[in-house]
């Protein structure tokens, strides 16, 4: 067990409305990424964090930003949510070690109407 | 081209069985190989790094041949519990180490 939590895990929404999605760990890791999960692409890294307040994009990121104040939270964000960002969005951690593996939080499944 | 390509299935296979998946990737540059497992509606779980020799855990063998560009994965004796689907994974940068995923190859052991 990574120590990985999201919130919600659930959510549907209106086309337009802001999201946030939220990742939080328990184990002070420097690496954090959000990926989205849809049928026929594999997962697709979406942004990713190597410190506090240091974020990069990923192949997806078109439509999202993210934050992160503080270590143990990396927050995904939708601006205008679209139909198009219905997916299972999961947050991931990357241990240092031999090698450097990720590990995956729970997902989050939104619905975007 | 995807980067990353692997057979969808789906395998049916009878418990007991031995059964294998490949896997190929484009970028030659790639550094580290993995294989992962997702049951239906969860997270990918780390199966197991896949190392240049080969590599193996329990029922479960590895292997990486760089000079085809394909990752393997073999099962011996499958188990019920290895119905799930099989996601091949691969980084091409070190540091950030972002992973690039197959769509995955969906196993069913059959009793």
């Known amino acids: 067990d990574a120590g990985i939590t999201q919130s919600p895990r659930h959510k549907v929404t209106e086309t337009g409305t802001p999201v946030t999605l939220r990742c939080h760990q328990t184990?002070?890791?420097?690496?954090m990424y959000w990926y989205r999960q849809d049928p026929g692409h594999g997962l697709r890294l979406i942004h990713y964090s190597y410190g506090v307040k240091d974020t990069d994009k990923g192949e997806v990121s078109d439509g999202y930003s993210v934050s992160r104040s503080k270590t143990e939270d990396f927050l995904l964000t939708l601006e205008s949510a679209t139909s198009s960002q219905t997916s299972v969005y999961f947050c991931?951690?990357?241990?240092?070690?031999?090698?450097?593996?990720?590990?995956f939080g729970p997902g989050t499944r939104l619905t975007v109407l | 081209r995807k980067e990353v390509e692997q057979d969808p299935g789906p395998f049916n296979v009878p418990e007991g069985a031995t059964v294998a998946f490949n896997c190929t990737y484009s970028?030659?540059?790639?550094?580290?190989f993995f294989w992962y497992r997702q049951d239906c509606r969860k997270e990918p779980k780390l199966l197991m790094s896949?190392?240049?020799s080969g590599n193996e855990d329990g029922r479960f063998t590895a292997q990486l041949n760089r000079a085809s560009q394909y990752i393997s994965l073999l099962i011996r004796d499958s188990k019920l519990s290895d119905s799930a689907t099989y996601l091949c994974v691969v980084t091409r940068n070190f540091g950030n180490e972002k992973l690039t995923f197959g769509t995955g190859t969906r196993l069913t052991i059959i009793p």
């Open positions: 184990e002070n890791h420097r690496y």
């Open positions: 970028n030659s540059a790639s550094q580290s």
């Open positions: 991931a951690i990357r241990e240092t070690g031999k090698d450097n593996e990720q590990f």
């Open positions: 896949v190392y240049s």
